[in-house]
T-cell receptor, first 114, second 112 residues
Framework: DTEVTQTPKHLVMGMTNKKSLKCEQH?????MYWYKQKAKKPPELMFVYSYEKLSINESVPSRFSPECPNSSLLNLHLHALQPEDSALYLC?????????????FGPGTRLTVL | EDQVTQSPEALRLQEGESSSLNCSYTVSGLRGLFWYRQDPGKGPEFLFT???AGEEKEKERLKATLTKKESFLHITAPKPEDSATYLCAVQWDQGGGNKLTFGTGTQLKVEL
């Protein structure tokens, strides 16, 4: 089983709202990732957690705040977003986070910021 | 300079008309090259991982190959359900460890 689940599927929020995206995997993977994908563009890496520790932050604005409560869960907390943050947010996981690891993606959360 | 380039950007095939998609890369110290399929509004679906030149992998109508400079995704006798965007991504020694760097994708449409 290579399933990564994400909730919610769709989210509409105002610029003053606080919301969270959730990601879960039960494959025993120890690395989890957040990507952002705009229309007609490839996914862009935002954050990497390896063994529950933040290992990569691709200079993402502080209005995005990741959290990894345990090895199976990954959250992305959103606050004071801008309309240009509207995108498909993808979660992925891999075995260990080592180079050459295959990353498995979830279905994504479609975020619209009004 | 783009590290990963995919061609063509879009490809229209008739059902049963075989073809190949190209992914060329300029990185050194390749750790892995990955192929994904993505349907509109959905997450990328993993297809293949290739690690070294000469490696080949197959799955149903798809076959992926790797050389020192590029990878091909061969589609044999495609069906309309193969219509999707195909993404290529690489990891390399100086590319941030496990960071995936994607190409811009090939949008494939297979018609009856």
């Amino acid at each position: 089983d290579t399933e990564v689940t994400q909730t919610p599927k769709h989210l509409v929020m105002g610029m003053t709202n606080k919301k969270s995206l959730k990601c879960e995997q039960h494959m025993g993977h120890r690395a989890m990732y957040w990507y952002k994908q705009k229309a007609k563009k490839p996914p862009e890496l935002m954050f990497v957690y390896s063994y529950e520790k933040l290992s990569i932050n691709e200079s993402v604005p502080s209005r995005f705040s990741p959290e990894c409560p345990n090895s199976s869960l990954l959250n992305l907390h959103l606050h004071a977003l801008q309309p240009e943050d509207s995108a498909l947010y993808l979660c992925a996981s891999s075995t260990s986070g080592a180079g050459g690891d295959t990353q498995y993606f979830g279905p994504g959360t479609r975020l619209t910021v009004l | 300079e783009d590290q990963v380039t995919q061609s063509p950007e879009a490809l229209r095939l008739q059902e049963g008309e075989s073809s190949s998609l190209n992914c060329s890369y300029t990185v050194s110290g390749l750790r892995g090259l990955f192929w994904y399929r993505q349907d509109p509004g959905k997450g990328p679906e993993f297809l293949f991982t290739l690690y070294s030149a000469g490696e080949e992998k197959e799955k149903e109508r798809l076959k992926a190959t790797l050389t020192k400079k590029e990878s091909f995704l061969h589609i044999t006798a495609p069906k309309p359900e193969d219509s999707a965007t195909y993404l290529c991504a690489v990891q390399w020694d100086q590319g941030g460890g496990n960071k995936l760097t994607f190409g811009t994708g090939t949008q494939l449409k297979v018609e009856l």
